[in-house]
């Protein structure tokens, strides 16, 4: 079942919803969730191993535009409030669940937003594994078939090649430099060919495994492993890690270190790091009642850049769900700029192409409105035999272009190597 919210008043049929536990002597022998996924509509939400795994539709809403995060809480409310839910479990993740991934722009593009409810779920925490069918579907928890890699893969330019992508980030810093707007997040595309449709699980498992602290992601053709979690609502606390500044890593541990104190005392990336969690703390703050914002970053090492990053964390005030709380923090200046409606107006103007879900809300909620949204990240989209990978760079005053360019293509290397190696 379907729908696209605000369209017709169709009848809705309501789920009937089963979580059980899987007794601890079968848990263990339950492998990684990764391994569980069927070629055919994977959804995925996993890091260090924990997570959920889910397939089949039993039910989704797909939305455009400005009212696409309301259109889409409206639609979940509706649905939580028609289901019947039996839940042996009871933890975040468990009973009714639903999955989404949202477009970065209000503008209608290409792409637009989408939940879906899956037949099956499979959630880990901890030594705790649960399975929750939706309606008389029966779930497996053998390991499928392993994916074939890619076949005769080959990548191409996407929207802009290297030297046209430096001349917008040097207008963008003229801009800056002129005093239209302090930062912006610029973006660019690759597409990859493949010589057959790509089974989405031949990127996911190489992700989850080569990027355990990050949460690996698969919905509706949106595929990554990010590392900045936008928000997360957990039995009233609310979290977000920021992120923004980033170094390179060389592959020698030593360098590497040092590398990280150049980071944390980096003036460009300290004030690109600022803009960032300003930005995530103004918005929360009206939905929280008491909060802890960091006032130095630590430096967040992962295998092919070091990141400045900040947790921030709240107790939330009302009943606002993940998904609520997720559309008032986008697009946070680790993705857009500031000021944000400057930023995303020169986005559109100069970037030259459409990001789709590329930086924005992907993950997932649950029926008492906890749940997880990361951002977009280190991500790409499957469109049959063709991938297009997603790279982007906070701009600020004193930024490089020809640095830019050479960090947009570390941020590439997590889904590029995914998809080959
Ligand atoms: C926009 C991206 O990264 C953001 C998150 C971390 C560090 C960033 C930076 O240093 O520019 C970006 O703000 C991306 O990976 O596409």
Not at 27 to 45: Q, R
Not at 335 to 341: A, I, Q, R, S
Not at 350 to 361: K, Q, T
Request: aromatic share 6%; with cysteine; glycine share 10%.
């Amino acid at each position: 079942m379907t729908q696209t919210a605000g369209g017709t008043s169709e009848v809705r049929t309501p789920l009937d919803v089963r979580t059980v536990l899987v007794p601890a002597s079968d848990a263990a022998a339950v492998g990684a969730l990764v391994d569980l996924l069927p070629a055919e509509a994977p959804l995925s939400w996993l890091r260090r191993g924990e997570g959920l795994v889910g397939w089949g539709v039993a039910a989704s809403v797909r939305t455009t535009g400005p009212t696409r995060f309301s259109d889409a809480a409206k639609w979940w409310s509706e649905t939580t409030a028609l289901a019947t839910v039996t839940d042996e479990v009871e933890e975040p993740g468990s009973g009714l669940v639903c999955f989404g991934a949202f477009t970065f722009s209000d503008e209608p593009g290409s792409a637009d937003s989408v939940l879906i409810v899956p037949e099956v779920i499979v959630g880990r925490r901890g030594d705790l594994v649960w399975v929750t069918t939706v309606g008389d579907a029966t779930a497996s928890l053998t390991a499928t078939t392993a994916p074939a890699p890619p076949a005769d893969l080959t990548f191409a330019d996407g929207a802009l090649n290297g030297p046209q992508w430096m001349t917008v980030v040097a207008h963008a810093v003229s801009r800056i430099e002129a005093g239209d707007l302090e930062k912006i997040v610029l973006a660019r595309d690759l597409i990859a060919e493949a010589s057959a449709p790509i089974d989405p699980r031949w990127p996911l498992r190489r992700l989850a495994a080569s990027y355990p602290t990050c949460w690996t992601f698969h919905v509706d053709g949106l595929f990554g492993a990010t590392p900045e979690m936008l928000v997360r609502r957990e039995r009233g606390l609310v979290t977000s890690r920021v992120l923004a500044g980033t170094i390179r890593r060389t592959g020698d541990d030593e360098r590497d270190l040092a590398l990280a104190a150049m980071l944390a005392h980096s003036s460009k990336d300290l004030e690109e790091h600022e803009y960032a969690v300003r930005s995530v703390a103004e918005a929360l703050e009206p939905y929280c009642s008491s909060m802890n914002v960091p006032e130095t970053p630590f430096v967040l090492h992962l295998p092919n850049v070091l990141h400045l990053a900040t947790d921030v964390a709240g107790v939330a005030r009302d009943g606002e769900s993940s998904l609520e709380l997720a559309a008032a923090l986008h697009p946070s200046a680790a993705v857009g700029g500031t000021p944000t409606p400057v930023a995303r107006a020169l986005i559109s103007e100069i970037e030259g192409m459409d990001r789709g879900r590329y930086a924005a809300p992907v993950g997932w909620m649950d029926a008492t409105g906890d749940g997880e949204w990361g951002i977009a990240l280190r991500s790409g989209v499957i469109d049959g035999a063709t991938v297009r990978l997603f790279a982007g760079c906070g701009i600020v005053g004193g930024s490089d272009p020809q640095a830019e360019l050479a960090e947009s293509q570390a941020k590439f290397v997590p889904v590029r190597d995914a998809l080959t190696s």
